[in-house]
């Protein structure tokens, strides 16, 4: 890999397009990220939107490989657990290729997530008891967006929640400040393109969302 100028890499992306491109990219190589461009895409994630400014997010960048093993050990069984009943369902031949390809793909993920070089889990501060996932969705899309900018390869996890407060613990977080996402980040294998969506006018209404819902 030729040297990275951290400063420059990822800033001449036009916005709209880059939103645009960015896709789950859960085919990552095992070569190491610069942890100073896992500094970039995670300040990236500070710029959101929060309740009162209160920033509530933390950034915790697992990369040692027994920790990484550690993680992927849980995260594999609770994956194939979570998506043996949509794998029965595509067993139909008319299910939508496109829905295929991202089941196996996630499958891929879940079967070689110790390869990951970074496992990227984004915590947060609970308000009233309950973890302020409003403020660190949009936190997280950021870091997604400067990855897809930079070009790494992400994809947005939720799966390791099945072993939420175990791992949470693990990673040092009191019981105020949980876990809401996982985000497997390394070079990518595949590459950035258009994800599959619905037309923006199946979407969007002006005055009344007439036929939503039908
Ligand atoms: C809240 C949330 C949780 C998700 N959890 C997982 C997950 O645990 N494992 C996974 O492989 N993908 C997960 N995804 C990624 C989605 O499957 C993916 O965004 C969706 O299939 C669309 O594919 P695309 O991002 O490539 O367009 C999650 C996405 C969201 C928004």
Sequence with gaps: MPRIDIDTIGEDVPLLEGIRTTRSLRRLKPDPVPPELIRKVCEAGTFAPSGGNRQPWFFIAVT???RRAWVAERYRPAFHKY???A????KDPNYPEAKRKNMKAAIYLADHLHEAPVLLFVAGWTRQGRPQLQALMPAIQNVL???RAVGLG???TQIHLAHGREIDEWLGLPENCPTCAMIPIGWPIGRYARPVRRSIDACLFWEKADGVGE
């Design 64 to 66: 040692e490989p027994e």
């Design 83 to 85: 998506i043996a009943p």
């Design 87 to 90: 794998q029965e369902v595509a």
């Design 145 to 147: 967006l400067a990855c």
């Design 154 to 156: 992400a994809c947005l």
